[in-house]
């Protein structure tokens, strides 16, 4: 005699059915975020890119390498659960900092010297020798492939991207997507911006991204480090020199170093100055001051930083050793401000900058987003609200590996 088998009990199927649906919910979600964020993730370098970036002097097995390696690359699992879930009370602020809005009217003439408008980040126009340069345009409200996951901006863009005036050129640093996103950079491929933004000057393999957002290649430079593009026209040019850094780069799991990351030197017939780009503090500053210094004002990351990623940011004290470092003169923090990238309050590289460079007498321009700098008017009264901050005994970041000469210079 056979018996039929017993029924799954009404629990046991309800179980089932709650599994069942939240696997296909999860399914759907990664499908709905793939589907969302594929092209913002880029492309591959190849052909005639890949070629030139496979005799660079730094592209080695199959990536590109820093000069001085990198000891703390990789943040461990309980600094990526804090990250997401812990750090700072005041991550964020509790209202949109102020800015100064901007119109395409406040650009209409070029200034007689030197002048920086900052746009929050490491947004920036640098207007020298009647050239205007935009670097690392950054107009989208997350810093991320998705359109609504990620980081959000602190404030908005304070200045519209319609309103943008006419620039020589754009200037990448590198391809993570707080230096290089995708919905500005399709904006700019744009027929209607064609005429603003004839160039787009980027390190090895970046091209590769910017033509597959529509960026037609014949506007696309791409340069190694210590390579020089003269921007300009007739008596109004700037000599611009890819400087080294010690970063990374990839938009996935799977291009880690795929393409090379840079700083930047602007150099005109009186002024210059230097942008860090993303860094962590290696020896190679002290060459780019001796080569390309001094300069009037630098532009250096100072957020974002933690122990555990001490290897490829800098943090306030390195970044006023940097600027020490390239002969500066006039310091201005950037990197910071617009997004919430790490475990620290956002106000807290500000004020260790700030105590920093004057234990050292360096000046520091503090704009808010949207205002100018000059060298006849730098703004360095604090403008953010006071807030609690750890010092940097309390949350030390001190990149590895580093001469003794070089660890010295550090506040």
């Known amino acids: ?21 939240l696997s296909l919910a999860v399914v759907l979600l990664l499908t709905l975020l793939m589907f969302d964020a594929w092209k913002a993730l880029g492309t591959k370098p190849a ?14 097995d199959g990536r590109f390498v820093n000069v001085l390696p990198q000891g703390n690359a990789a943040p461990s699992m309980g600094t990526m659960r804090e990250f997401f879930f812990g750090g700072s009370d005041h ?8 800015t100064v809005a901007r119109t395409a009217a406040d650009f209409a003439a070029m200034p007689d010297d030197l002048r920086v408008t900052w746009l929050g980040h490491s947004t920036f126009l640098i207007e020298l020798d009647g ?29 519209p991207l319609d309103a943008l005036p006419p620039v020589d050129a754009v200037l990448i640093s590198h391809d993570h997507y707080d230096h290089l996103d995708f919905p500005t950079i399709r904006t700019l491929a744009s027929p209607a911006f064609r005429d603003r933004v004839p160039r787009f000057l980027v390190p090895l393999g970046i091209g590769a991204h910017l033509e597959y ?5 014949a506007r696309i430079e791409e340069v190694d480090w210590w390579d020089e593009k003269e921007v300009g026209t007739g008596t109004n040019t700037v000599r611009l020199v890819s400087t080294p850094a010690r970063h990374f780069s990839g938009r996935f799991v799977n291009d880690r170093d795929a393409t090379l990351w840079t700083g930047w030197a602007f150099l005109g017939a009186e002024r210059r100055v230097f942008y860090s780009g993303d860094t962590a503090l290696t020896p190679s500053f002290a060459e780019v001051g001796e080569r390309l210094g001094p300069f009037d004002l630098t532009l250096i990351e100072v957020g974002a930083y933690n122990e555990a990623w001490s290897d490829v940011h800098l943090g306030p004290e390195q970044a006023v050793a940097v600027h020490r470092m390239v002969r500066g003169e006039v310091m201005m923090p950037v990197h910071w401000c617009t997004f919430d990238l790490s475990l620290h309050g956002w106000t807290e590289p500000a004020e260790r900058v700030r105590t920093a460079a004057d234990a050292l007498g360096i000046p520091v321009a503090f704009p808010r987003p949207g205002e100018y700098v000059t060298l006849d008017a730098v703004p360095t009264a604090a403008w953010w609200p006071a807030l609690p901050w ?22």
């Open 131 to 159: 050239v205007r340069l935009l670097i690392d345009p950054v107009w989208g409200e997350r810093v991320s492939p998705s359109s609504f996951i990620g980081s959000r901006r602190f404030h908005a863009p304070p200045l």
């Open 1 to 21: 005699m056979t018996t039929s088998p017993t029924p799954p009990s009404k629990p046991r199927r309800r179980w089932r059915r709650i599994v069942g649906g």
């Open 390 to 411: 750890d010092t940097a005994a309390e949350a030390p970041a001190v990149s590895t590996g580093l001469p003794d000469e070089v660890r010295a210079l550090v506040p």
């Open 47 to 60: 052909g005639e890119r890949l070629v030139r970036l496979e005799a660079s002097p730094q592209y080695r």
């Open 91 to 98: 991550r964020t602020p509790a209202a949109p900092p102020p």
């Open 213 to 217: 957002w529509g960026v037609d290649p």
